[in-house]
């Protein structure tokens, strides 16, 4: 695997962090598998359009059928919502959750560009700084913990990174660390 921060050519499919640069990848591999998802949704939702096509094909073809007792005995079996309406409402669901992904792949990508400008800055200037993306259950004290060997670093960290409140980081949040 390639970093995207280096292009180190040597890194290890399963690495958190290249060992040419020390950038954390988990991000850039969240990316990656929300892409592959993204693809797998539109795959379905092709597919479901496609049945709703000979669905509403079938429907054009069964009203050309002309009125009489059977089409009467029919109509009045059916209950409830329609196959169509069915269709209808499970591909809206599909809309909603892939415009909902494409909005969480732009944040990331944003993280990631915002990520690569600092990284990039950094590295132009002295080498005393890491960055770290930061991870479900994380907290400023666990990755003082990381970087220094204990948390008592944690309110130095908050100050670097004009964190209004220390105790209220998010996933995905880039924060600098100084050594």
Same mark, same amino acid.
């Given at each position: ?35 592959? $998802?993204?693809?797998? +949704?539109? +795959? ?26 059977? +089409?009467?005995?029919? $109509? ?30 732009? +944040?990331?990508?944003?993280?990631? %560009? ?41 309110? @130095?960290?908050?100050?670097? @990174? ?16 100084? %050594?």
């Amino acid at each position: 695997m390639e970093c995207p921060v280096c292009q180190h050519q040597h890194v290890a499919e399963d690495a958190t962090h290249c060992p040419e640069c020390n950038s954390e990848l988990s991000g850039f591999e969240f990316i990656k598998q929300s892409k592959s $998802e993204r693809r797998i +949704r539109k +795959r379905y939702l092709f597919s479901l359009s496609g049945i709703a096509i000979l669905l509403f094909s079938g429907w054009v073809v069964s009203s050309t059928i002309p009125e009489g007792t059977e +089409r009467q005995e029919l $109509e009045t079996q059916v209950t409830g919502p329609t196959s169509e309406e069915i269709l209808e409402a499970k591909i809206e669901e599909l809309r909603t959750t892939i415009s909902e992904q494409q909005k969480e792949i732009e +944040r990331l990508e944003t993280v990631v %560009h915002d990520y690569q400008a600092l990284d990039l800055e950094m590295q132009e200037g002295d080498n005393n700084y890491s960055v770290h993306v930061v991870k479900e259950g994380e907290s400023l004290w666990s990755i003082s913990e990381m970087y220094h060997g204990h948390g008592h670093e944690h309110d @130095n960290i908050a100050d670097h @990174n004009e964190v209004n409140n220390p105790h209220h980081i998010k996933p995905g949040d880039t924060v600098v660390i100084k %050594h």
